[in-house]
């Protein structure tokens, strides 16, 4: 139902989609299920959104109610910054709104925002210093993209809470909230995805690490720089895609073999 007309919106109808848009759909799809494949999703919860190609003031969002695993491509509600349902089918998650949308609309260059409570990055939200160490090459190419929200301020039901997050985020792409999870922003689904997973694996290697009880090794801030500055320099090699798309692309031929139907 539109919020503003009262009246029925129609089912996703693709035929007036150019193609950017059905791919933007699809690889959205893909990564909801992906992060259950890889334990980053939390059932029906959290929320993954991506801008509309060749528009903005709207975003694609998955409806409250279905498992990540069973999300299709047309599944995706478009819904714009007022919160107005433009096309689609069932609910809109009232977090989802409140956090992405003005994200969305005052850092454009975040095409892809992802939300998560996924367990390992949680749970260093959870601990008095839930900063990410600098004390291992995964960690370095990280750390500099990395804003944290020291305030928790209980569920997101007002708009203002979206724009409290922006302001914190500033110019990175990581957003570590205290007592909660993380928010991850990319110019693409496959930046965002890339980096929402990087983080994860740091992040369990950090508390594998404090788990030993043993003195951590930390490297100096000059290498972490160095190593973020590699990262962030250039391609792998020549002529090859970015990182991210390779290992998108690799993970949605693993989702095509195991949980295939997310294109529909």
Known sequence: MNAVTGKPVPAHDPTFETAEQKQARVDLAAAQRLAV??????????????????????FYVSPLGLHWSEIRAGDLLTVDYDGRLLDGRGPLQRSAFCIHAPIHRRKPQHAALFHTHMPYTSALTRLQDQRLLPIGHTEAQLIAE??????????????????????????????????????????TVSEAYDRLYTLERAAR?????????????????????H???????????????????????ALKRLLDRQNPGYRE
């Open 146 to 187: 990395i804003a944290y929200d020291d305030d928790y301020t209980g569920l997101a039901r007002d708009p203002a809470e979206g724009e409290r997050l922006a302001d914190i985020l500033g110019d990175k792409t990581i957003l570590i909230m205290a007592h909660h999870g993380v928010l991850v922003a990319g110019r």
């Open 205 to 225: 290697v950090q508390l594998f690490a404090q788990w030993t009880g043993k003195p951590l090794r930390e490297l100096p801030g000059e290498m972490v720089a």
């Open 227 to 249: 190593v973020h500055a590699t990262i962030t320099g250039g391609p792998l090699a020549p002529g090859v895609p970015s990182g991210h798309e390779l290992h998108f692309g």
């Open 37 to 58: 494949i890889q334990e980053m999703s939390e059932g029906i919860y959290n929320h993954f959104t991506l801008a509309v190609p060749g528009h903005d003031d709207r």
